[in-house]
């Protein structure tokens, strides 16, 4: 009843009946938490919190999405690890806490966070690009390309996603896969957004290949040295991507 009266969005109604079932049961921890849903009064949380011995997680996520809508991200770390603690298989709770460990530049204990989260979830997409975004702000470049290959599996049309890849994928010597990527973007009609730092490095690596392969009959190149191909005619399947 208190839920359909939620959903009608009587609240007078709901926090009566709330109050009618805590005078009966004072201890309840669900009927605080409705309470606090009602009159968004973090308090009630608190008091959830209080009355189930520590024991109730869903009273310690209310309390860090308040603070996030807040944007204390500071409290919101300290409620979402103790939900967590209680209720650990939360992969929306885990990509919150990564969040807001970003947001207050932990960057060691948001990539935490958010592999826990791709460990739980492995097709949320979202964790495998923040994951990606930290490991290359932190130039971790094999982690961040392995992550981007995950990301760009669940998200093919994101040409961001694919502009990081090509990246990666030059930082890690993947001179084909990243030709691959610059085909996926140029397919996507929006190949003018392509950053010029990506062009750069694969005109830059190119030159280098073609500076170290060329003569001598080097057998030390670098992976993806032969590349001779035009880019609008180089042809390369959706199997390939998995390479390396």
């Known amino acids: 009843m208190i839920v359909c009266y939620q959903l009608l969005q009587k609240t007078a109604q709901a926090q009566k009946l709330i109050n009618d079932r805590l005078a009966e049961s004072p201890d309840d921890p669900r009927l ?48 979402w690890e103790l939900a967590l603690a209680l209720n650990p298989l939360n992969p ?14 932990d960057e060691s204990s948001a990539l935490r966070a958010f592999t826990r989260v791709t460990q739980l979830s492995p097709d949320n997409a979202e964790a495998w690009n923040n994951l990606a975004a930290l490991h290359m702000k932190r130039q971790t ?5 392995a992550a981007l290959k995950e990301a760009t599996r669940l998200r093919r049309e994101s040409w961001q996603l694919w502009d990081n890849y090509v990246e990666a994928g030059l930082m890690c ?16 009609e929006c190949c003018h957004k392509v950053s010029l730092s990506s062009l750069d490095l694969l005109l830059d690596v190119v030159s280098r290949v073609k500076r170290e392969g060329g003569g001598g009959g080097a057998t030390n190149k670098p992976r993806g040295a032969n590349v001779n191909e035009d880019l609008s005619v ?3 399947n959706d199997s390939d991507e998995e390479e390396g």
Do not use: P
Request: glycine residues 10%; positive net charge; hydrophobic residues 45%.
């Open 92 to 105: 929306s709770g885990w990509f919150a806490l990564g969040y807001s460990y970003m947001r207050e530049g």
């Open 173 to 188: 010597g993947h001179v084909m896969l990243s030709l691959y990527g610059l085909q996926r973007i140029a397919a996507m």
């Open 141 to 145: 470049w094999k982690m961040a390309f």
């Open 234 to 236: 180089l042809e390369i």
């Open 32 to 79: 605080w938490c409705a309470l606090g849903d009602v009159t968004k009064d973090d308090s009630c949380y608190v008091k959830a919190w209080e009355r189930s011995g520590r024991r109730h997680a869903r009273a310690q996520r209310s309390l860090a999405a308040s603070a996030m809508r807040n944007d204390d991200y500071a409290a919101a770390v300290g409620h």
